[in-house]
Each structure stands twice: as structure tokens, then as C-alpha cells.
């Protein structure tokens, strides 16, 4: 019989010819299709091996998990690991993994005991030294990697950049094209990375023919060619971009709703009746039930029976929470909210605006100083988890953390590199507020003044964003001069693009609450130029920030 026309039966025991009849006798718990040169993975439910088209076995060998064969090896797993064998059930190389996927064009997929991702060659040995966090099956010799930092691009079979663009996700070329996600949609890029046309989808499939079906952010279907062009609209929209538009602009609902759940105390109330929440936090009954039910349409809360409890999502908004959003709900609903009413007069060059001094207001107050900086550090906590691997210290160093709140980052960094010495230069209020730690120093002082400090590395975590360009560059100059030549200058910042305009709300609110802005890395390159630094290196981490590595001049 020709195992060529087998089908997996439909109850997936055994295989069947074109005429739906059994291809053999035996049963199995399992079956997979026949590859060639004919043969089959099967398992009985405690082992697994390879059958050939008459459901005799193709070897004597027993395994955990056989799968099907690629150029003449299969995958195979046992207690020492996956690795590849021959026909004959012989081990293709000595070599364990992980895991191993399937040979594609000589090359196959596996992963060390560390978690990396590479590629083997038959001989189970590395197609080139480097690891990835992903690494898919190689197509037309160009395979999809994924760095540590969550982004992709494609490789060439030697382990180097096909051509040297990332992206948020990507796909293996089909018929000269490769489907690619930014951070603004889906889209179809060339060999050279580049997108071959301007707009961008929800979803997209790949080219056949010359068009390819695609999912606009509407929620429409339609067909376009090479040029992003529709040529046939396959479903009309689903969401009417009024509408869309619409509850964009009242989102502030949502921020008021939040921040006076927290105000009056009725986050801290739950669980409990809505009649509970209203007299502990003396309010009136239909009040608080409209409120808690705004809370449910949020996610924050949800009813059970005449009870309301916070949600997962909700309990970042409790006080005591490691990452609380507490002081941030408040923060964004109140002074935050007022900043932002000026926008127009912001923007308008008649120079009666100028930027709030949010530091010394913040200053000002005990009780909003003591949340402001809760509110720095919960992000802090959430967004700084990468940063202290990301920086690649020897170990011995002196460290600034210019403008290191409460030490977030300085404790990480010390956690993984014990030995260095830290020294947080800080407003005086925020040293007040310190908790002294062990090789962990605080000083009081201003940015834009000399600092008075001698270190090997200085770090600037979410500082520069705050100031624009002159202020900026007096803070780079002063870490300039606490730095011998060869120091090392470590920025973390959310870094935006040239090309794209991802980020662009959050440079805005940086106009409105400090002054400052978001920067590309073309920008921060002329700013650490000015500066007597040098831009070595741009490193991109799964969370927002991003750190930019300057060496001193």
C-alpha cells in the first residue's frame, strides 16, 4: 500500500487509505501522518516509536516522544533530554537539549537547559555562536528570532542579521514578503526589512497571487495588493470610528471614576454591601451603588450575590499593595488633570505659559510629597526589573544614581551586583524620606548643580525626560564631569521613534506636568555628542524603558 495516501484515522488510532479503510491491524493511543521515508510516530500510552506503513515497528528502540521525520531525521524525546535519530532509530549526534524541533533546509530549532534558542546543524552541534530568547524553522534560508528584549528580526543561516530591523513580532517570508508588526499594526515588509506599503492592520495573511486578506482596526475585512491598496472589501467595518473617537475623548471618565474610588476611601472598603461601603465612607446608598457598578464596567470591582470585591486588577488601587496605583489614581484625577487644562495655551508661541515646578509643589505638601514618590516607586518596582542586568557592571564600581527616588533601582543593583558602592543624589525631601541601607549611600543635592560626587558609572533612570534640552544637557555635562574618561553613562528612559508615534500622549503629558519630553535615540545621541559622551550602545528591555549607553569622552 502507498503510505503516501494515509490519513490519520478520525479517532486517531490507527491510519486509513483514500477509501477510509484501516492501512494495518495494531492500534495505538496515538498517531501521527507518515513522512517520509514512510514512516509514522505512534504511542501506546508508555512509549513511543516510529511505525512503518504496515504498522510494524521501524526500529527496536522505545521513547517518551517520537515525532515525525525532516530530511531524514525525527525529534525525539527520552529521559536524558530531545534530540534527533535516524531511520533506524540510531542517534543522529550524542548532544541533549531542552527541546529540539523539526530539520528545515539542514538547520533545526533547539533550546539549551539555560532557556536560549538556537539552531543545529544534523550533527547536533551550534549553526553559530549566539542565543536567542525565540528562534523559529528557517524558510527560503532566513529564519525569525527573537531578542531579549521581546523584539524580532530575521537571521541568515550563519547566525547574522538578514537586515537589521526589529520588530514588536514577525513572521518568515512567503513568496517575497514577510508579514510584521510595529508598534502602529500589522504589515508586510521586503528582504531589506523595509514596509512596502504605508498603512497598518489589526491582522494580516500572507500574499497569494499578489493580494493578501487583511483585518483593519475597524474591524473590516478586506483585500489588498502589493501596494496596501483594498481591492475588495470582504466584511464592512464593526466599530463605527465616531464611535471610537467618541469614547476617546471622554476617557477622563475613567481617570475621575478611579481617583475618586480611592479619594473617599472605597477601594479600602472592599469587600463588603454597597450599603457598608456607604456608611463607612459616609456617603449616600444610590451614589456609591453607581459608582461601584462604574467600578465593574472598569474591571476594578465585581459583585458576588449583594457583595462587591476588588478584582485582581483592582487590588493595585489597595494602599498596601507593592505596586500600589493608589497615589497615581489620585495624582492623574487631581493636580495632574489641572496641569493638562492649559494644554491649548501651552502650545500657543505667545510665551504666556510656562511649565509648572511639579517637584516644589510636590515639595510643598508632606502628604503629597510621601504619595508623589509612592507613586515614582510602585513604577519604579514594575518597569526597573531588567535594568540592573541591562547594565553589565564588573562589580567593583562606584555608582551615582542621580535622581534615584527612594533607590528602587540602586536596591536591584545591589541585589546583583553586592560589592559595588551607590551613592542617590536626591531633593532633600526625598533623602528625608530614605530608609539608609547597607553600601547604599544618599546625598543631598540639585541636578543642575555640580553634584560633588567622583564615580565609575552614573545613571540617569527616567531623569532626562523631566527637563528639555538646555536643562537636560547641564545634567548630562555635570555627569560628564563626575566621571573620569572611559566612566560609563547608563540612561533609562521610554525611548520613541522617528518613524512612528507610539508614545507621543506620554510626551505630552511630560510637556504639561514637567516641562520635558520624550526623546528618540538620533536625539539622545546629539544631546550625549554635546556632552563629551559617547553613544555605544542602545538596549532595548521586554518593559518600556529602554537604556542608552554612553562612554565618557
Known amino acids: 500500500m502507498n503510505w503516501q495516501s494515509f490519513r490519520v484515522s478520525p479517532c486517531g488510532t490507527h491510519h486509513v487509505d483514500e477509501g477510509g479503510r484501516a492501512a494495518y491491524e495494531p492500534r495505538f493511543l496515538e498517531v501521527l501522518k507518515f513522512h517520509p521515508p514512510g514512516l509514522a ?26 515525532f515525525g521525520y525532516y530530511e531524514g531525521l525525527a525529534a525525539v524525546l527520552e529521559q536524558s533530554g530531545w534530540h534527533h535519530i535516524n531511520t533506524d532509530g540510531t542517534d543522529a549526534y550524542a548532544s541533549r537539549f531542552a527541546w529540539c524541533g523539526n530539520f528545515q533546509h539542514g538547520l533545526s530549532t533547539a533550546r539549551d537547559n539555560d532557556g536560549a534558542y538556537f539552531h543545529i546543524t544534523p550533527r547536533g552541534e551550534p549553526a553559530y555562536p549566539g542565543r536567542w530568547r525565540y528562534a523559529g524553522d528557517y524558510r527560503d534560508g532566513e529564519a525569525v528570532v527573537q531578542a531579549i528584549d521581546g523584539h524580532s528580526t530575521h537571521i541568515s543561516r550563519d547566525g547574522t542579521l538578514a537586515h537589521g530591523r526589529w520588530f514588536v513580532d514577525l513572521d518568515v517570508f512567503h513568496k517575497g514578503f514577510a508579514r510584521a508588526r510595529d508598534e ?37 475585512l478586506e483585500v489588498i495588493d502589493h501596494t496596501g491598496a483594498p481591492l475588495v472589501e470582504l466584511r464592512p467595518a464593526r466599530q463605527s470610528e465616531f464611535a471610537s473617537l467618541s469614547a476617546d475623548m471622554v476617557g477622563f471618565w475613567k481617570t475621575q471614576t478611579i481617583g475618586a474610588a480611592v479619594k473617599l476611601g472605597i477601594i479600602e472598603a472592599l469587600p463588603a454591601t454597597e450599603k457598608a461601603v456607604a456608611e463607612r465612607c459616609e456617603l449616600h446608598c444610590d451614589g456609591v451603588r453607581r459608582l461601584l457598578r462604574a467600578l465593574g464596567e472598569l474591571g476594578i470591582a465585581e459583585r458576588d450575590s449583594s457583595q462587591w470585591a476588588l478584582t485582581d486588577r483592582g487590588k493595585f488601587l489597595l494602599a498596601d499593595h507593592p505596586l500600589t496605583l493608589a497615589n497615581a489614581a489620585v495624582e492623574y484625577a487631581g493636580p495632574f488633570t489641572a496641569m493638562w487644562s492649559h494644554l491649548p495655551e501651552a502650545l500657543k508661541p505667545s510665551n504666556n505659559w510656562s511649565a509648572p515646578d511639579v517637584f516644589g509643589e510636590v515639595a510643598r505638601d508632606d502628604a503629597r510629597c510621601a504619595g508623589h514618590h509612592r507613586m515614582l516607586q510602585s513604577y519604579a518596582r514594575h518597569d526597573y526589573a531588567e535594568i540592573s542586568r541591562a547594565i553589565d557592571l564588573r562589580g567593583d564600581e562606584r555608582v551615582i544614581d542621580a535622581g534615584g527616588g527612594l533607590g528602587v533601582l540602586a536596591q536591584q543593583i545591589l541585589t546583583e551586583y553586592p560589592a559595588v558602592d551607590i551613592t542617590i543624589l536626591e531633593r532633600p525631601e526625598v533623602v528625608a524620606m530614605a530608609n539608609p541601607m547597607h553600601r547604599l549611600r544618599w546625598q543631598t543635592g540639585s541636578l543642575v548643580e555640580p553634584w560633588g560626587l567622583e564615580a565609575d558609572v552614573a545613571i540617569l533612570a527616567r531623569v532626562l525626560h523631566d527637563w528639555d534640552d538646555p536643562v537636560a544637557i547641564q545634567i548630562l555635562r555635570n555627569a560628564r564631569a563626575a566621571l573620569l574618561p572611559g566612566g560609563r553613562l547608563y540612561i533609562v528612559e521610554m525611548m520613541i521613534s522617528e518613524r512612528s508615534v507610539a508614545g507621543s500622549l506620554c510626551d505630552l503629558h511630560l510637556l504639561m506636568v514637567t516641562g520635558g519630553r520624550e526623546r528618540s535615540a538620533e536625539h539622545f545621541g546629539r544631546l550625549l555628542s554635546a556632552t563629551g559622551f559617547q553613544l555605544v550602545a542602545v538596549r532595548r528591555l521586554p518593559a518600556l524603558p529602554t537604556v542608552i549607553v554612553g562612554i565618557a569622552s
Open 41 to 66: 510516530p505512534v504511542c501506546d500510552g508508555e512509549f513511543a516509536w516510529h511505525v512503518r506503513s504496515d504498522g510494524s515497528a521501524a526500529y527496536d528502540r522505545r521513547f517518551i516522544r517520537t
Open 184 to 220: 502602529q499594526g500589522w504589515m508586510h515588509i521586503d528582504h531589506h526589512g523595509l514596509p512596502i506599503y504605508a498603512r497598518r492592520f489589526h491582522a494580516v495573511e500572507p500574499f497569494y497571487n499578489g493580494q493578501a486578506r487583511v483585518e483593519r482596526f475597524d474591524g473590516g
